[in-house]
């Protein structure tokens, strides 16, 4: 029997706010433990939370990005359970009047657009993290920095077909979030946080199988291969006429398998009541529809601008548009170098590279937009060919300096004097003659091996295009 997974993807998202959700504590990472904490987010009695109004600002922007509705209406809720790093035994968050529902997002795959419902999104505070460092192994200690942090829950439909398509909802999630600019989105940091719930049921029939829910996962391509792996172990189960248990697993990345956290027969009673110090909410037409007018081009707009402005590939501004800052990149670029083409495959390719290499974001990267229009132009004019191009780049972002100043210090000029290449040519074909002879008897590849040799004779300096010509017009001689 064949089967098809049913996923689902609850994603939290730490708002890029200088405070927390409801008092004036930093949002800021790093500090040392419990160094940004006061008595309202540690929930001390007769303290107050106040919404910050930023907090609503960026999850409204984020409910229109996802094409969602915004409820003109919306309450806080308690949400009530113990754990060690949550100070008020509940936390602040939204149940039955969230801020927005019914929303999607639209993803490429298998070279179709495939829509993911979006169920809800709603605000809620953060809890605090426990540490199991340090020489005492029989304890733990508690971190409260995070508590109170605003966070943005948004929670899909089970519209996910295969971990590739959760892949890709993931990935075209991030790029919204990085274009609205409203959080990092560094899973490292714990700005990004994903659980994943999968079920599976024979293709073709309607009623959902039991469902276990994946924690622990610190990247997209470990959600991946977490839902790989349960697909896999579910199916196998069924195919043995096994019973599937409704558990939490957790994600072990050095072992590529899933744990079980904890069963989980039916759902957590959160005894949810509404937040009794935090007044209803009215959000106004004219508010929602001020941040609607002022929201930024969003990836898949850029997408279709770029794939008509700069004669681009589907792959290419695909690539290009993933990320808000290596497309900003490629139209400073692009306004100062009309050579699209040219400048697409210098970044898709060398530029890209040195950046991946480096673990480096386009944002930060040491060459700049016109110090790399300034490489491809001295290349262009013949100055240095591809190959010390390549390797000049790799300099720039070695040292920081200017291609210019690369190729003078290390005397990297190109050789397109004739007289010269002439010379290095005639050498070559005298210390080869088996190649030569072989291109004479029809072996046009000969010539490819005879040109390296030239080029390796003239470390690399020589115009390619120079010394191609010469070498045909003496091998018809030789």
């Not at 029989?138 to 605003?150: E, K, M, Q």
């Not at 073709?204 to 470990?222: D, H, I, P, R, W």
């Not at 700049?368 to 591809?386: C, H, P, Q, S, V």
Request: net charge neutral.
């Amino acid at each position: 029997m064949n089967y098809e997974p049913v996923i689902g993807l609850e994603v939290h998202v730490q708002l890029k706010t200088e405070s927390k959700i409801f008092c004036g504590c930093p949002a800021k990472f790093g500090a040392g433990p419990n160094t940004q904490t006061c008595p309202v987010c540690l929930g001390l009695p007769g303290t107050l939370p106040v919404l910050n109004k930023k907090v609503l600002e960026y999850g409204v922007k984020t409910a229109l990005a996802l094409n969602c509705s915004i409820q003109p209406f919306i309450k806080f809720d308690r949400k009530n359970y113990f754990y060690p790093d949550l100070p008020k035994n509940y936390q602040i968050s939204q149940y039955d009047l969230p801020l927005s529902y019914k929303g999607y997002i639209d993803i490429n795959t298998d070279g179709s657009i495939r829509r993911i419902g979006i169920t809800r999104l709603h605000l809620e505070e953060d809890a605090g993290k426990l540490l199991h460092e340090g020489s005492d192994a029989a304890s733990s200690y508690v971190d409260f920095n995070r508590t109170g942090i605003p966070l943005l829950e948004i929670v899909s439909e089970p519209d996910i077909n295969s971990p590739q398509e959760a892949y890709e909802y993931l990935t075209s999630l991030k790029a919204i979030l990085k274009y609205l600019d409203i959080s990092d989105c560094d899973m490292e940091k714990g700005s990004l946080r994903c659980d994943a719930n999968i079920s599976i049921r024979p293709k073709g029939e309607k009623k959902l199988g039991t469902k276990t829910e994946l924690k622990n996962m610190n990247s997209f391509k470990a959600v991946r291969s977490a839902l790989e792996f349960e697909l896999i172990r579910q199916t196998k189960a069924k195919e043995n006429n096994l019973k599937i248990t409704q558990e939490t697993l957790l994600w072990d990345e050095k072992m590529q398998k899933t744990i079980t956290m904890r069963t989980k027969e039916e759902a957590h009673d959160y005894r949810y009541f509404p937040e009794p110090d935090l007044v209803p909410f009215v959000i106004e037409e004219k508010d929602i529809l001020s941040i609607k007018n002022n929201l930024p081009e969003l990836p898949r707009q850029k997408y279709s601008r770029l794939l008509a402005s700069y004669e681009l590939s589907e792959y290419e501004a695909n690539i290009l548009t993933s990320d808000k800052n290596l497309a900003e990149y490629f139209e400073i670029g692009a306004q100062i170098y009309k050579n699209y083409k040219n400048l697409t495959n210098w970044m898709l390719g060398a530029f890209l590279s040195e950046l991946n290499n480096r673990k480096i974001a386009p944002e930060n990267s040491p060459v700049a937009a016109r110090d790399l229009i300034n490489l491809l132009k001295i290349t262009d004019e013949g100055k240095i060919n591809n190959l010390t191009a390549k390797a000049v780049l790799t300099e720039m972002f070695n040292s920081g300096k200017s291609a210019d100043v690369i190729i003078k210090d290390k005397n990297l000029a190109q050789i397109s004097d004739k007289g010269m290449l002439s010379k290095i040519i005639d050498e070559t074909i005298k210390e080869n003659p088996s190649p030569v002879s072989d291109y004479k008897n029809g072996k046009e590849n000969a010539l490819m091996f005879i040109m390296g040799q030239a080029m390796k004779k003239a470390k690399g300096k020589a115009n390619p295009k120079i010394i191609n010509e010469l070498l045909k017009e003496r091998m018809k001689n030789a």
